[in-house]
């Protein structure tokens, strides 16, 4: 069930990223820099108003939709989400503190609305299960969004139109959903019930809402000291290294996260951290050559995917952002399992606040003397010290393991395959589309040998149960 759940999710999540990855291919080349700037603002302020539109109901949903016992909550959740939309009036006045304009700011406060109602559905789909649909409005939502922005560049490429395309978007993926997640469901503004989910839902909301505001403050730095255009060139540099290396680190914490509350439960301490010492060490040596080799190549990758206007930024970019997630996700992915398995939820706000309050200093500083490339120095800044607080808060948590001895091996296999790279990358005279080929095939090549030299996250014992496996399958089959 678990496997099966997963390896939809990530299928959704893999086709949602290639149809993200064509749209800022089309977008780049169709949109000028200041207009795309102005949608990538909007997007990073939407984000951020639809967690705290959402917050209140995540655990909600989750302790009582997905029991499926004949609890419905929905009425509740719908209720109390139509009243959170009454802050809108705020939230627009808050964009427009942050430099939008008034009509961006109304454009943005609307996607801000569709994507919380969005988010709400999925949860619901997500609570009882139903990967399958929750794949379906992924990719309405993903291809939706390249439809009507395509047709938007075309009739007249504004930021605002974009935005409107988006919320569009998000409403047709709610609306191919409504019947199996909101059919049959009553609103009931009952005010006992209501002042119960506000009491129980504002940590989360904090702390949800503080993460998204330290993943957006240096856009908008940018956006207020240099300028929307610098802004939207940042973003998308931003916004395709973090789509293309965040994926597979989401997707093992989102197994091995539930196996070690699973583990710490049945087996205890002794047991989740020998479990937890060898997902560290998977997580690193995937992470790690994955955002070490996309560096080596960011500037291929950047002529490839993005428009002519927004490269040169790029490539002096990506590489920076590169390396900053490596510290996230050692940080987001791992660390923080430490939290969750004291019951420590403190913990996620100070971590958070620190690489708010980093970010904040950091981009006003580095951006002020270096101009963008500033807020990339500031974001890896921030990451590292999110990762030290993390790192210090989890020895008064739960004491996971940091087995260094093991991370070497993968620290040595990383960098050797990243300086073969990097030299075979100045003597190859090829195109761009051809070097990524040749050069990711190299760096592959190198390090899957050092892993097996090194035998990096138990990849013989690993390899040697898969085929015994593939051939007790087989065998059987034949034998059927």
């Given at each position: 069930?678990?496997?099966?759940?997963?390896?939809?999710?990530?299928?959704?999540?893999?086709?949602?990223?290639?149809?993200?990855?064509?749209?800022?291919?089309?977008?780049?080349?169709?949109?000028?820099?200041?207009?795309?700037?102005?949608?990538?603002?909007?997007?990073?302020?939407?984000?951020?108003?639809?967690?705290?539109?959402?917050?209140?109901?995540?655990?909600?949903?989750?302790?009582?939709?997905?029991?499926?016992?004949?609890?419905?909550?929905?009425?509740?959740?719908?209720?109390?989400?139509?009243?959170?939309?009454?802050?809108?009036?705020?939230a627009?006045l808050?964009?427009?503190?942050?430099?939008?304009?008034?009509?961006?700011?109304l454009?943005?406060?609307?996607?801000?609305?569709?994507?919380?109602?969005?988010?709400?559905?999925?949860?619901?789909?997500?609570?009882?299960?139903q990967?399958?649909?929750?794949m379906?409005?992924?990719?309405?939502?993903?291809?939706?969004?390249?439809?009507f922005?395509?047709?938007v560049?075309?009739?007249?490429?504004t930021?605002?139109?974009?935005?409107?395309?988006?919320?569009?978007?998000?409403?047709?993926?709610?609306?191919?959903?409504?019947?199996?997640?909101?059919?049959?469901?009553?609103?009931?503004?009952?005010?006992?019930?209501?002042?119960?989910?506000?009491?129980?839902?504002?940590?989360?909301?904090?702390?949800?809402?503080?993460?998204?505001?330290?993943?957006?403050?240096?856009?908008?730095?940018?956006?207020?000291?240099?300028?929307?255009?610098?802004?939207?060139?940042?973003?998308?540099?931003?916004?395709?290294?973090?789509?293309?290396?965040?994926?597979?680190?989401?997707?093992?914490?989102?197994?091995?996260?539930?196996?070690?509350?699973?583990?710490?439960?049945?087996?205890?301490?002794?047991?989740?951290?020998?479990?937890?010492?060898?997902?560290?060490?998977?997580?690193?040596?995937?992470?790690l050559?994955?955002?070490?080799?996309?560096?080596?190549?960011?500037?291929?990758?950047?002529?490839?995917?993005?428009?002519?206007?927004f490269?040169?930024?790029?490539?002096?970019?990506?590489?920076?952002?590169?390396?900053?997630?490596i510290?996230q996700?050692?940080?987001q992915q791992?660390?923080?399992?430490?939290?969750?398995?004291?019951?420590?939820?403190?913990?996620?706000?100070?971590?958070?606040?620190?690489?708010?309050?980093?970010?904040?200093?950091?981009?006003?500083?580095?951006?002020?003397?270096?101009?963008?490339?500033?807020?990339?120095?500031?974001?890896?800044g921030?990451d590292?010290?999110?990762?030290a607080?993390?790192?210090?808060?989890?020895?008064?948590?739960?004491?996971?393991?940091?087995?260094?001895?093991?991370l070497?091996?993968?620290?040595i296999?990383?960098?050797?395959?990243?300086?073969?790279?990097?030299?075979?990358?100045?003597?190859?005279?090829?195109?761009?589309?051809?070097?990524?080929?040749?050069?990711?095939?190299?760096?592959?090549?190198?390090?899957?040998?050092?892993?097996w030299?090194?035998?990096?996250?138990?990849?013989?014992?690993?390899?040697?149960q898969?085929?015994?496996?593939?051939?007790?399958?087989l065998?059987?089959?034949?034998?059927?």
């Amino acid at each position: 069930m678990l496997l099966g759940q997963a390896s939809i999710n990530l299928t959704a999540n893999i086709a949602s990223a290639l149809l993200g990855l064509v749209s800022v291919f089309i977008f780049t080349r169709l949109f000028a820099p200041h207009d795309y700037g102005v949608y990538l603002l909007g997007v990073g302020f939407a984000s951020v108003i639809s967690v705290f539109l959402v917050g209140w109901f995540r655990n909600l949903i989750l302790s009582g939709h997905a029991r499926n016992d004949g609890t419905d909550v929905r009425g509740l959740v719908l209720s109390g989400y139509l009243l959170c939309c009454l802050t809108a009036p705020i939230a627009y006045l808050l964009a427009r503190l942050v430099g939008l304009d008034a009509t961006a700011a109304l454009a943005t406060v609307g996607l801000s609305i569709a994507i919380g109602l969005f988010e709400l559905t999925q949860d619901l789909l997500r609570a009882r299960l139903q990967a399958l649909s929750v794949m379906k409005a992924t990719l309405v939502r993903a291809g939706a969004l390249l439809g009507f922005g395509a047709a938007v560049a075309l009739a007249e490429p504004t930021g605002v139109l974009l935005l409107l395309a988006a919320s569009a978007a998000y409403l047709l993926a709610v609306l191919v959903q409504t019947r199996r997640a909101w059919h049959g469901t009553v609103v009931s503004f009952a005010r006992a019930d209501l002042s119960v989910l506000v009491r129980t839902g504002l940590p989360l909301t904090v702390s949800l809402t503080l993460l998204a505001i330290s993943s957006v403050t240096d856009r908008f730095m940018i956006a207020n000291l240099v300028g929307a255009a610098d802004a939207g060139k940042y973003v998308a540099s931003l916004d395709l290294v973090r789509q293309t290396l965040m994926m597979p680190a989401m997707s093992m914490a989102a197994a091995f996260f539930p196996m070690a509350v699973q583990i710490h439960a049945k087996q205890g301490d002794g047991a989740v951290r020998s479990h937890l010492s060898e997902c560290f060490e998977l997580l690193l040596g995937v992470t790690l050559p994955a955002c070490l080799g996309f560096a080596a190549i960011s500037a291929h990758v950047a002529n490839i995917i993005l428009g002519a206007d927004f490269r040169e930024l790029a490539g002096q970019i990506m590489p920076i952002i590169a390396v900053a997630v490596i510290f996230q996700v050692l940080t987001q992915q791992y660390l923080h399992a430490s939290f969750l398995l004291s019951g420590r939820n403190s913990f996620y706000l100070i971590n958070t606040a620190s690489i708010i309050a980093a970010n904040v200093l950091l981009s006003y500083l580095l951006v002020s003397q270096l101009s963008t490339i500033g807020a990339a120095w500031a974001r890896l800044g921030a990451d590292v010290t999110g990762f030290a607080c993390a790192l210090a808060l989890s020895r008064f948590a739960f004491n996971i393991p940091i087995p260094l001895g093991r991370l070497a091996l993968v620290v040595i296999a990383a960098l050797a395959m990243a300086l073969t790279v990097t030299a075979l990358d100045r003597v190859l005279p090829i195109a761009d589309l051809p070097a990524v080929i040749v050069l990711a095939g190299a760096g592959f090549t190198v390090y899957a040998a050092l892993c097996w030299l090194f035998d990096i996250a138990r990849i013989r014992s690993r390899l040697r149960q898969g085929l015994a496996m593939f051939r007790s399958k087989l065998a059987n089959s034949n034998i059927g």
